[in-house]
């Protein structure tokens, strides 16, 4: 269980960064428009921090895409 969950993180982690970099964002933007600093941002990115429903949604909005898209994991590439 603990295997899929780790994969299932990862790659919704994947996704806001090729989100991101598919729209030429930086990670520097990304960090401001969520008042957070780039080294906060980038452990999202990464999968290291844990982030709530709301960080998800904010993350979502900024990305112009729906929340779905950020959380499939089928296809999706896990870092």
Do not use: C, H, P, W
């Amino acid at each position: 269980m603990t295997d899929m969950l780790n994969y299932k993180v990862k790659a919704v982690a994947s996704n806001i960064r090729n989100k991101r970099e598919s729209l030429n964002y930086t990670q520097e933007y990304l960090a401001a428009k969520l008042s957070i600093s780039q080294n906060a941002y980038s452990k999202i990115e990464l999968g290291y921090t844990k982030i709530t429903v709301e960080r998800l949604f904010q993350i979502a909005d900024i990305l112009e895409t729906e929340l779905t898209e950020l959380i499939k994991t089928e296809n999706a590439e896990a870092a």
